[in-house]
């Protein structure tokens, strides 16, 4: 079955940088877009990037171009999400997402805080 599974989270100060990672399993990983999301306290999740399988396309949400930077490795069947400049507002849940045969998949999401 489609698996998503984020790690790399965790308490980081203001202009620290953080590294997150969404392992997969159960589907041809290379063929499918991959979404980061996160889920601030008390907001609706929202886009951060995205990824084509092969990994020669990508987008932003305009708020974070510049900060975040989305790759992917499809040896790996893993996407990373590099988080710079991190700022407090960035605090938040973040998961991965796939859709596969029109079916949305969700990781649990790794909690990502940006405190002093």
């Known amino acids: 079955q489609v698996q998503l599974v984020e790690s790399g989270g965790g308490l980081v100060q203001p202009g620290g940088s953080l590294r997150l990672s969404c392992a997969a399993s159960?589907?041809?990983?290379?063929?499918?877009?991959i979404h980061w999301y996160r889920q601030a306290p008390g907001k609706e999740r929202e886009l951060v990037a995205a990824?084509?399988?092969?990994?020669?396309?990508?987008h932003y949400v305009d708020s974070l171009k510049g900060r975040f930077t989305i790759s992917r490795d499809n040896a790996k069947n893993t996407v990373y999400l590099q988080m710079n400049s991190l700022k407090p507002e960035d605090t938040a849940v973040y998961y991965c997402?796939?859709?596969?045969?029109?079916?949305?998949?969700w990781g649990k999401g790794t909690l990502v805080t940006v405190s002093s």
């Open positions: 990824i084509t399988g092969a990994g020669g396309s990508t």
């Open positions: 997402k796939v859709t596969v045969r029109g079916v949305y998949y």
């Open positions: 159960g589907f041809t990983f290379s063929n499918y877009v």
